[in-house]
């Protein structure tokens, strides 16, 4: 069977489309197509279902794909590392949402780079778990971080840590609510609150109700701001009360910037989770740094 044909399904399987994958493997789209049907016609069966947006695989095309693409993967490897030369720096491609990565993956793998003699170079792009997940199953990324697990058998998922969430206002702003009042009076303390958030829908405050108070927020978002770090200078500043990672204003809760608005006795918690491409940790620099996350992981606990 012709690798290249197969490096073709592979990338189509990975893109979900035709055109995509024509745009990743630098061919014409009526060229991929035609690789894709010399591909089906060997093996006497469909690979992929036709439809408006795209394709889908079949049954056959899904199980090609999860045997094939850890090897053609580690074929690549072989074939883009310079044997004769052992210190060559590899480049890692991380992907994840923007403040955990900046503020959590990225200093830990910089610690990677240039030392004992097997550097790595380092590549970030951020988006959602969405985004993140597409782009790593179409080959854009080696290692995603994301609090969605995959489907398929494509991508393989890790926890890598839980991320605990708090609900924080500035001093003054509101009064920390009692264990006392809290069992009384539940949210009904809070709800003419303004609110910072990241999204019109109020994910994170949202959440924090649903686990906590079991009830939605009255409130609406007053301040909308598309990064967390943002809403933790809003929150600063009073513009209302917020819920955030812990690790992103343990800082500010030290310093008396902002005050813990309630200490529930079960926090709200959401997992991150470390993706490959299935059989890519057999690639030594992409298992070096997945094992070092998951080994940095425990200190951020």
Same mark, same amino acid.
């Given at each position: ?147 969605? /697990? ?78 967390? /770090? ?57 298992? /070096? ?13």
């Amino acid at each position: 069977m012709d690798l290249a044909l197969l490096r073709t399904f592979v990338t189509v399987h990975r893109a979900g489309s035709f055109t995509r994958a024509a745009a990743l493997l630098g061919l014409s789209q009526p060229a991929v197509t035609s690789q894709i049907r010399t591909l089906e016609r060997q093996l006497g069966r469909p690979l992929f279902l036709r439809q408006a947006r795209g394709v889908t695989p079949t049954t056959i095309g899904d199980e090609l794909a999860h045997k094939a693409a850890p090897h053609l993967d580690a074929l690549v490897e072989i074939t883009e590392t310079r044997l004769d030369d052992e210190s060559a720096v590899r480049t890692l491609h991380l992907a994840g949402p923007p403040e955990f990565t900046a503020e959590r993956a990225l200093p830990a793998l910089t610690e990677l780079a240039g030392d004992d003699g097997q550097a790595l170079s380092l590549r970030a792009s951020f988006g959602t778990a969405e985004e993140v997940l597409e782009g790593l199953a179409a080959g854009h990324h080696d290692l995603a971080i994301s609090t969605a /697990r995959p489907r398929g058998a494509l991508l393989t998922a890790t926890p890598l840590c839980d991320e605990e969430h708090v609900l924080i206002a500035a001093p003054g702003r509101a009064e920390p609510i009692s264990a006392q009042k809290q069992r009384r009076e539940g949210a009904e303390a809070l709800e003419n609150l303004p609110v910072v958030e990241v999204h019109e829908s109020l994910p994170f405050v949202s959440r924090y109700w649903a686990s906590v108070f079991d009830s939605r927020p009255a409130a609406s978002g007053t301040v909308i701001v598309p990064d967390l /770090r943002a809403v933790l200078a809003c929150a600063i500043a009073g513009a209302g009360l917020a819920v955030l990672p812990r690790y992103l204003c343990a800082a500010a809760l030290d310093r008396g910037d902002v005050v813990e608005l309630h200490k529930p006795t079960v926090p709200p918690l959401r997992t991150y989770l470390l993706v490959v491409r299935t059989g890519t940790l057999a690639m030594p620099h992409i298992a /070096r740094a997945h094992e070092w996350l998951l080994r940095t992981a425990f200190t951020w606990c």
